[in-house]
């Protein structure tokens, strides 16, 4: 039978199967501070241990301050909530990606960056943007505290078998147009909820086109349509990624996964429970006008007349009939697991050369990790956005949520390359705009939201 490349990354880890329920064997588990102290509690009072420890891996990055690390993280809680998760890893023998060392980061950036996500695995984390890491070709979902804990004990865990939807981008994209608009015009497309239950594969043209980072920023927004797991097929792309990663295979196993890792796409007849084809050629530059990730419009579109909208455009200060191409910020924000890659900043600033922050406007660049913190800086990068009056940050999730010192008055308006706009999501009252890193670094230097398009030009 022709299989999807879903189908084939569950039948190779089924370890029984009953129905459309199963047990799935877990390769790798990725853990953050935040989602993992009732996990080892649980672990404790149960007087269990973690199974195979060397298939874990910890960083802090959601609490974390984005400045002056070296003088300790100040916030009380956020100290506690780091401590615990380094004396809980000691304790349990997982490695901890220390706050003050060479490879800390945002989980989702990470795990791939270090050689940890390989194609072909299934991987899990206590984090809903766990999706993220199917841009490889591994099956990869978000789990609660408690499943981390299972994972962490039986290295195992029973799942409900999803539905299949594949997104076809066909043709090619426009220059100024990226990955991240492509993941807003599918969610805008399907709903916040319209990938529900499915595992969604993205394929076509412009994925094919798509660089790794491209890929995952994609990925990593399946879960804003309501897919648990994105997924590309690895291709040569991949592969070049994953090579000479930390913690890749190398040498004869290195051979053997390669030779595994091209069988895993969808077969040419394998059927899909839902179909979506998107003409690449026709996505603007995305920008949201909401407070969920759906409600999202082309730059130069008219926003909709529709009382669904009434109370977010309220909450966004925006009103039917105005286009999102105009209108004022005071903040900008680039980083987050979606949109804080090497690639994004280097998009980024390849907009601001020469130009510098409108005045009234903070605007934080958040480097996803110090891989790639390094990696900018040896580019020059840092001085770049630094000239140009932005502020260079210490990886970590900072503005993407605001559960560590990085966060926004009520009412102030930010352009960000995060993938949630809830309310609140920045700070209490604060209005935020999804889009992509060109049109935020574009809005940054404007002072208000514009179509980058017409600075390529
Ligand atoms: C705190 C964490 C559990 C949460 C998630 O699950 O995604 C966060 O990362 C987010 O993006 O909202
Ligand atoms: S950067 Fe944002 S979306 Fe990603 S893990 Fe952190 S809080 Fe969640």
Redesign the pocket.
């Known amino acids: 039978m022709q299989r999807t490349l879903y189908q084939k990354l569950w039948d190779a880890h089924v370890v029984v199967e009953s129905d459309d329920r199963a047990l799935l064997y877990i390769d790798r588990h990725l853990l ?1 501070e ?2 993992t102290p009732q996990s080892f509690e649980a672990l404790r009072e149960d007087g269990l241990t973690v199974r195979r420890p060397e298939t874990q891996l910890a960083v802090a990055d ?1 609490s974390v301050p984005t400045h002056d690390r070296a003088e300790g993280i100040k916030d009380s809680q956020a100290a506690a909530q780091v401590a615990l998760l380094e004396s809980n890893c000691a304790e349990f023998g997982i490695e901890y990606l220390r706050l003050d060392g060479e490879d800390q980061g945002i989980v989702h950036v990470i795990g791939p960056e270090q050689g940890f996500t390989l194609p072909g695995m299934t991987l899990v984390c ?4 766990t999706s993220t890491h199917g841009a490889f070709g591994a099956l990869a979902f ?1 789990v609660g505290a408690s499943e981390c804990g299972t994972v962490m004990a039986t290295q195992a865990l029973w799942q409900a078998k999803a539905k299949t939807m594949r997104v076809t981008f066909t043709g090619k994209l426009q220059a100024g147009v990226s990955a991240k608009d492509m993941a807003l015009a599918f969610i805008g497309t399907v709903g916040a909820s319209g990938g529900s239950g499915y595992a969604t594969e993205f394929a076509g043209e412009a994925v094919q086109a798509l660089s790794m980072e491209g890929r995952m920023t994609l990925c990593n927004m399946a ?1 804003e349509a309501g897919s648990r797991t994105g997924l590309v097929a690895p291709d040569v792309k991949t592969f070049a990624y994953v090579k000479g990663r930390p913690r890749a295979p190398h040498g004869a196993d290195w051979d053997a996964a390669i030779a595994y890792w091209r069988t895993l796409t969808s077969d040419a007849d394998a059927l899909f429970d839902s179909e979506i084809t998107i003409e690449s050629e026709t996505i603007a530059p995305q920008v949201t006008f909401g407070t969920s990730p759906d409600q999202v419009v082309s730059v130069r579109s008219l926003l909709p007349d529709d009382d669904r909208f009434a109370k977010p455009m309220r909450y966004m200060g925006v009103h039917a009939g105005e286009a999102m191409n105009g209108l004022t910020i005071d903040h900008a924000f680039i980083g987050s697991c979606t949109n804080g890659r090497i690639e994004d900043l280097r998009s980024a600033a390849s907009i601001i050369r020469g130009g510098h922050v409108a005045p009234g406007v903070r605007a934080l660049v958040v480097p996803g990790s110090m891989r790639v913190k390094a990696q900018a800086e040896s580019e020059g990068l840092d001085k770049l956005f630094l000239d140009a009056g932005f502020e260079w940050r210490e990886p970590g ?1 900072s503005l ?2 605001a ?1 560590n010192t990085d966060r926004l008055p009520a009412g102030a308006r930010c352009a960000s390359t995060s ?2 706009n809830f309310e609140g999501r920045q700070g209490a009252g604060a209005r935020t705009h999804l889009m992509s890193p060109v049109m935020v670094a574009a809005a940054a230097i404007s002072g208000r939201i514009v179509d980058v398009r017409e600075m390529l030009a």
């Open positions: 953050h935040v989602s959601h206590g984090d809903s943007h978000g879960i999730c993407c949520v559960m993938n949630r």
